[in-house]
């Protein structure tokens, strides 16, 4: 990813998963930890994509409840599904620009 452009923040544990999967990311605070925290690099824009996989439904004092509805109040793209991050990464891969992409209807 870091051939694309891209660096990553995450939490601790998250940090030290993408490591073990040859990504480096910079570690920030979780959300109930000290400020500046994920959520703070949310709202000040330090972050363009959020990659956050929903594990226990929607309990709203669940840090990545907090995470994903502070991205959609602050416009901040999110993912929610590794199958479609892996997809978005193939594309980026092959360096195709917004010109070579077709949208096509799906309800067609």
Sequence with gaps: MK???YTFVATE????SLRENGIEADIVNRVEESR???LDAIRNKQVDIVINTPTKGND???DGFKIRRTAIEFSTEIMTSLDTLKALVEVKKKHLNK???KVYNIAE
């Design 99 to 101: 010109d070579e992409l």
């Design 13 to 16: 544990g998250t940090a030290k």
């Design 60 to 62: 709203s004092t669940r």
């Design 36 to 38: 500046p925290n994920i």
């Design 3 to 5: 051939e694309l452009g």
